[in-house]
């Protein structure tokens, strides 16, 4: 994966150094994360997002992106109130909400590309290799004993659209709606199978092989502004 990166960067450099013009700006929405769970999707986890990025003007309408944010990824758990047979023994569970979240810092490299650039609001699609780490979590809220089987360092892909709505003399800025989707290729958990402490049951519980891959949704508002860089030839003076 790192030499990945490293290749994207490589490639990328050229264009960032010749580019007609560079754009930076913040934005902030929310998140809608899910997880699967050997292929059990769970309820939903709603949280924050936010980001700063920089973009980089090329020829035509695309521009290459570099993003940095801040994302929770996760899911949440809802139970509600019975009674279960435990070896024998009747146990009482409460109705109770769990949110299990991973706040993760994110790097995004890719492409952007305006499908439109003359009218008032101008529609977009971006596409990015994503890098994540994990740097706090509450796996160990539910589950203690599987926190030593979470993966710090995830990756995926970003895929995203939205609409931008230039403003100002000569067009300095412009506000964007972007909505996004995040499906990670790694494992932000894996649990091999065996006999592991239960909370709830206060004792240890069989339990099989746990693969979970978290999918993320996002719809963010922002703004960036624009710089234009001219060169100057010096063989006219």
């Known amino acids: 994966m790192r030499k990945q990166i490293v290749l994207v960067a490589l490639i990328a450099l050229p264009c960032l150094l010749f580019g007609q013009s560079r754009a930076f700006g913040v934005k902030g929405g929310l998140g809608i994360a899910t997880q699967r769970w050997n292929n059990f999707d769970r309820d939903v986890l709603i949280a924050p997002t936010g980001s700063v990025f920089m973009e980089f003007q090329t020829e035509g309408k695309f521009a290459l992106f570099v993003e940095g944010g801040y994302h929770q990824r996760g899911s949440a758990l809802r139970f509600r109130a019975q009674t279960i047979n435990v070896n024998g023994t009747l146990v009482d569970i409460d109705a109770r909400v769990f949110e299990q979240s991973f706040h993760n810092a994110a790097l995004i490299l890719g492409?952007?590309?305006?499908?439109?650039?003359?009218?008032?609001?101008?529609?977009?699609?971006?596409?990015?290799?994503?890098?994540?780490?994990?740097?706090?979590?509450?796996?160990?809220?539910?589950?203690?004993?599987?926190?030593?089987?979470?993966?710090?360092?995830?990756?995926?892909?970003?895929?995203?659209?939205?609409?931008?709505?230039?403003?100002?003399?000569?067009?300095?800025?412009?506000?964007?709606?972007?909505?996004?989707?995040?499906?990670?290729?790694?494992?932000?958990?894996?649990?091999?199978?065996?006999?592991?402490?239960?909370?709830?049951?206060?004792?240890?519980?069989?339990?099989?092989?746990?693969?979970?891959?978290?999918?993320?949704?996002?719809?963010?508002?922002?703004?960036?502004f624009v710089q234009k860089i001219e060169y100057i030839d010096d063989d006219e003076y």
Not at 121 to 134: H, K, V
Not at 198 to 218: G, H, M, P, Y
């Open 111 to 224: 492409g952007k590309s305006l499908i439109n650039t003359s009218g008032k609001i101008n529609p977009y699609y971006a596409f990015g290799a994503r890098l994540e780490y994990t740097f706090k979590n509450d796996l160990g809220t539910l589950y203690p004993a599987w926190e030593q089987y979470m993966n710090a360092f995830n990756y995926g892909v970003t895929l995203a659209g939205g609409l931008e709505y230039p403003f100002g003399k000569d067009k300095p800025g412009a506000l964007f709606i972007e909505f996004s989707a995040h499906p990670d290729f790694s494992k932000q958990i894996f649990v091999p199978p065996g006999s592991y402490y239960n909370r709830w049951l206060d004792q240890n519980v069989a339990t099989q092989e746990q693969k979970v891959i978290n999918l993320s949704f996002e719809i963010t508002l922002g703004i960036k």
